[in-house]
C-alpha cells in the first residue's frame, strides 16, 4: 500500500470514514449491539427506528439532551447514504417498508474495534497447529504417486497403534488447561468468522445482480448476445476458487449427519471443566442455525438475480409481439391503401409450372346445414328456497405449511418419501391436500415422481372413515446449490 492507495481508501471506503466519523462510537456501538452481536441479518425501518431512539435516549441522559440533536429515522438514512455506506436500505418484494442491513465494510471495521480491546486469553497454539495440519492435507491431497500416500497412511496406522497401545497399558495423554483453552478460543473466533464471511458472500451477489440491471437497462444488441455474457459471467463465479468453496461448504453444512455430529462435540467441550472457567458464550451451541440462516440470506439473494432475468425475458418477449404487431398493422393499412387506389399495371405474374387439373368427383357432395330447435320460452322457478351455502363451501390448501413439512423432514435426510412426510403430519383436508402435495412436486426441482412404483397412503376424513389413496411414489430430494448460486467472495 502506497500513499496514494491509502488516500483513495481514507475517502472512499466505508469503513475508514465510519472510523473517523464525529458520532463514531455511537454509531459503532449501537450496530455492534442490534446486528452483530444477536446476529441479525435485516431489520424493518420502524423496528430500528425505535431501538436507535431508546439508544439515543439513554445515551442524552448522560451526555447532554444536545449531544445528538437529528431524530432515529434522520440518522439511519445518512447512515446507508452513498456518502457514508454503514447501512444497506432497500425494498422486499411485496412490501412498502425499507429494511436495513450491515454493509461488509460496516462489519469490517466493528470487526478491528472489537479486536482493540483487550483480550483475556490469545493463543498461537492452535493456529500452528492448524497450519501444520492444512499443509498436511495440501501435501497429501495432491501426491500423485501411489507407493508415497501408502506410506503415509501406513505410518499413520502406525501412530495409531502405538496409542491404542499406551491407552491399553494406562497412560493416558491429556491436552493441558492452556491448550484446552488456546483451542476453544480458536473455535469460537473462527465460527463467529463465518458469519462475516456470508454477509461478504452475499455483497458479491448484490453487485452481480447490479451488474446486471444495468446490462438490461442500456442493452441495446440482441437477446441472445446479452443472455450469453450474463450467463458466462455467472458461470464464472461457479467455477471460481471461492465460489467451489462454498458450494462445498453449504453442502457439509446441510448434511443432518454432519449436524448432529457438530452439535454432539459443542456440547461435549462446553461441558468441560477448563471451558466452563472462560465463562464461554452459550449461543455457541447454535451457531450452526446461525451459518444456515445467513446462507438462506444468500440464497434468496440468488433466487432475485434469476427472477430478475425471467423478468427480462417475458419483457423481451412481449415487447417483440409488439413489433410483430406493428408490422401487422401496417401491412393491413397498405392493403387498404392499395385497395381504394390500385395500380394500373401489374405488380408481378407468375407463369403456371404445371396444368392445373379439376376432377368432378373431387368436389364434396352437398350436405345441408344443420338448423337448431331453439325454445323461446323461459321456465320460471316454482318460488323454493334454494341452499346457497354449497357455493361457499370450498377446501383451500395452505401451500406454504406443506413446503415447511418438506423442509423440515429434508433436515432429518438428503431425501424423503411422501408418504413419510404424511406420517409424521397427517393429512387435514383429505384428497385435497395430497393433491396439494402432487402439485408442489411438480414445481420443485429436486422431487422426483416414478410411475414405475406405486405406493398407498392413509387418512381419516372428518366423518372418522379411514381412506386410501393408490398413487407413484413421490420422493422429495434436498436441492444442492445450482452453479448460479455460488459467488466470488
Known sequence: MDYRQLQSLRETHPAWRLMTAGNAA??????????????????????????????????RRSEGEDAFPRDAT????????????????????????????????????????QSLGPRGFIGTESRLITIFELLRQLVEGTETDAGSRIETLLRQRADIDAEIARLREGHVDLLSPASVRDRFAEVVATARSLLSDFRAVEHNFRTLDREVREKIAVAEGSKGEL??????????IAESDQGRSFTAFWNLLMSETRQQELEALLARVISLEDVQKLEPDKRILKIHYDWIAAGEVTQRTVAEL???????IDDKVWLENKRIMEILRGIEQSAIAVRMNPPQESLAAVDDLKPGIALTLDRPLFTPPLK???DGEVSVADGSDIDADSLFDRVYVDKARLRGAIRRALQRSD????????AA???EQGLAELVAYLSIATEEDGALI???????ICWTDAEGLTREATMPRVIFARSRPRADVVSTG
Do not use: C
Open 26 to 59: 455511537m454509531i459503532a456501538s449501537f450496530l455492534q449491539r442490534e446486528f452483530v452481536t444477536p446476529n441479525v441479518r435485516t431489520m424493518n425501518e420502524s423496528v430500528l427506528a425505535a431501538k436507535l431512539e431508546d439508544f439515543l435516549f439513554h445515551l
Open 74 to 113: 434522520t440518522y439511519l438514512e445518512a447512515w446507508a447514504s452513498d456518502r457514508h455506506g454503514w447501512l444497506r436500505r432497500y425494498y422486499a418484494s411485496g412490501t412498502d417498508e425499507p429494511l436495513y442491513d450491515l454493509t461488509p465494510a460496516t462489519e469490517l471495521a466493528l470487526g478491528w474495534l
Open 372 to 374: 337448431p330447435e331453439i
Open 227 to 236: 443472455l450469453g455474457g450474463i450467463f458466462e459471467a455467472r458461470d464464472a
Open 415 to 422: 431425501e424423503v418419501a411422501l408418504y413419510e412426510i404424511v
Open 306 to 312: 434469476s427472477g430478475e432475468l425471467r423478468r427480462y
Open 450 to 456: 416414478d410411475d414405475a412404483v406405486k405406493e398407498t
Open 425 to 427: 403430519n397427517p393429512l
